[in-house]
């Protein structure tokens, strides 16, 4: 399986032949380097692990910084593995660029959501909210009732109330490959990726093909 980590930069817009735009995300892909290789022999999986942005030594622990010397990748930030087959025969310090990827191709986006912080039900759970006449006078957007008194005589875990939204894993997945720029290491696809600008993403080969 193809994958790279990259770093969104924002949303912009293209006009394919016929004249019709297209939304489209910019992510800055690469070059990453294949850090590790796992092998099913080892540790039971077929995977590589592949390291995204340079930094400086005392950002990383000792434990980071003995995992990565230990290839021949360098220093690096950002951390993330990718299932391959084992007939792929990646090797550590080997390096990927955006390049693996064509325009066409469909791939899923990895990345964590903008957090919203501690919100109600109407936001967080699409809540329509109470009555606003009849003398609902601070109730629109109150959740309601939330459980029974006799059976069960509890709230069921699980339920959808209030609290934290947002900061979470969240895929986009089959998305089109709009623009491939292996000189200025861009990758460009069509519709939206989650996270905010500059938020690391992981782009890999789409699994509904």
Do not use: W
């Amino acid at each position: 399986m193809k994958g790279i980590i990259g770093k969104k930069l924002g949303m912009t817009q293209i006009f394919d032949e016929a004249g019709r735009m297209i939304p489209v995300t910019l992510i800055e892909a690469g070059p990453c380097f294949v850090t590790q290789v796992r092998t099913a022999q080892r540790e039971g999986y077929s995977a590589i692990q592949l390291g995204f942005g340079e930094v400086k030594s005392r950002r990383l622990s000792a434990g980071q910084r003995g995992h990565l010397q230990k290839s021949v990748s360098g220093l690096l930030r950002y951390l993330r593995e990718f299932r391959t087959s084992p007939q792929e025969g990646a090797r550590p310090g080997d390096r990927v660029t955006v390049e693996v990827f064509r325009v066409g191709e469909r791939v899923d986006v990895v990345g964590t959501s903008k957090g919203k912080g501690f919100q109600g039900g109407v936001k967080r759970h699409h809540f329509s909210g109470g009555p606003k006449t009849h003398g609902q006078s601070d109730r629109h957007r109150a959740p309601g009732a939330v459980g029974s008194t006799t059976t069960p005589g509890r709230v069921y875990k699980g339920k959808r109330m209030a609290g934290h939204m947002g900061a979470g894993q969240v895929t986009s997945q089959s998305l089109r490959v709009a623009v491939v720029d292996g000189e200025r290491n861009l990758l460009g696809v069509e519709g939206s990726v989650p996270g905010p600008r500059g938020s690391i993403v992981s782009i890999q080969e789409a699994r509904k093909q």
